[in-house]
């Protein structure tokens, strides 16, 4: 046994110091960012927002308003392989990038063989795949990545979820351009209660973008973010990518019907390792696991575009407050400040 006794942080920890500043607006940041890939070499140039891979917000439809934006979605993996290859199809002749979508994956023999089948088909159609496990530090994760690696030389490939930077490298060496990083922090995950395994997501952010940029990768910070401030703070710390779930459930462009309670209108949104999912895609939850994940209701909320434009809106405002013109420069302007409370709440929650 052996116990960590740094201080290790959540984004409810720190806030961001304000700096001076010559911007006069926040109309004048640019919040988009370019990379060019370490293992593909292609070139990305967008605003590095990315819906999770659940089948709630991984939609299509999340896509075409996303995109419309120059977000990202990570589609989930439960589309049939003709709807998928219709999408992907689409994007290489409409309007959408193709950074627009990224192909989601497990690392299951049934995930392979629908990989493989939909890149024989419609290979250069896509361009962004999400290759995606609870647990990244298991050894034939690594090794599935090497593969897909090794067959698709030519495809962005964001793997995850890990926490630490010997794990990032790893990745990295293994063909990984992205690693997504988060183990615990969801909105409906319960593997911190269930297992007590996990890490504070702004440190995991920290150590995981230093050690990824040490070696020309990038990182995506995945769960955690309830507020347009924790982005802020995620860029800040270093990420170079953010997945949202929580964030952007309950919208019109989720799926799932609207459900009415004492007059209020709501949507469903659960953990992809809840019993919910489980059972919609696995037949129940297996004898031998527990769920990892709940079910909650979340406020209908509309069209996507406006929570956007709050999400953006404070990422934006972040910049001004610490003088950068782009996103690019909020990590080396950040100063974090660790703090014991973030928010009045004289008036309540909200
Ligand atoms: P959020 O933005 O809602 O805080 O976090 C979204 C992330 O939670 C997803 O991208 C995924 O990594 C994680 N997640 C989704 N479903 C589950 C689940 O059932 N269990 C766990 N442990 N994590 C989940």
Redo the contacts with the bound molecule.
């Keep these: 046994m052996h116990i960590e006794e740094s201080v290790k942080l959540d984004f409810k920890d720190v806030l961001i110091r304000p700096k001076r500043s010559t911007l006069m607006s926040r109309s004048g940041v640019d919040i988009r960012r370019e990379f060019v890939f370490h293992h593909s070499g292609r070139h990305y140039h967008g605003i590095p927002v990315i819906a999770?891979?659940?089948d709630t917000?991984g939609t299509i439809e999340m896509a075409l308003a996303l995109g419309a934006q120059g977000l990202s979605v990570?589609l989930h993996k439960h589309y049939p392989e003709d709807e998928l290859i219709a999408f992907f199809q689409s994007l290489q002749h409409g309007k959408l990038k193709a950074s627009t979508a990224f192909y989601s994956m497990g690392i299951g023999k049934a995930d392979y063989e629908k990989f493989a089948a939909v890149m024989a088909r419609a290979g250069d159609a896509i361009e962004y795949v999400c290759i995606?496990v609870?647990n990244g530090y298991s050894e034939v994760f690594v090794h599935f990545v090497k593969k897909i690696r090794a067959s698709f030389p030519q495809l962005t490939i964001m793997a995850?979820?890990v926490v630490t930077g010997d794990m990032t490298e790893e990745l990295i060496l293994a063909g990984a351009d992205i690693v997504?990083v988060?183990?615990?922090?969801?909105?409906?995950?319960?593997?911190?209660k269930m297992t007590g395994i996990g890490y504070p997501q702004l440190s995991a952010v920290i150590e995981c973008a230093d050690a990824a940029h040490g070696l020309g990768g990038q990182i995506c910070a995945?769960?955690?973010?309830?507020v347009p401030g924790d982005l802020a703070k995620a860029f800040g710390g270093g990420a170079d990518f953010i997945?949202?779930?929580?964030?952007?459930?309950g919208h019109d462009e989720c799926a799932g019907d609207i459900v009415e309670r004492d007059g209020k209108k709501f949507k469903r949104?659960?953990?992809?390792?809840?019993r919910t999912?489980m059972e919609k895609y696995a037949g129940g939850v297996a004898q031998y696991r527990a769920?990892?994940?709940?079910e909650v209701l979340v406020e209908y909320r509309g069209p996507v575009t406006d929570t956007l434009q709050d999400i953006l809106g404070g990422v934006r405002s972040a910049c001004t407050y610490v003088g950068a013109h782009k996103l690019k420069e909020l990590t080396k302007r950040t100063t974090f400040i660790r703090v014991t409370q973030q928010l009045n709440e004289v008036f309540g929650k909200s």
């Design positions: 999770a891979n659940m917000t990570a995606d609870a995850g979820n997504k988060g183990i615990g922090p969801g909105s409906v995950c319960t593997t911190r995945d769960g955690g973010c309830s997945m949202l779930g929580g964030m952007l459930a949104f659960y953990g992809m390792s809840s999912a769920s990892e994940g709940k």
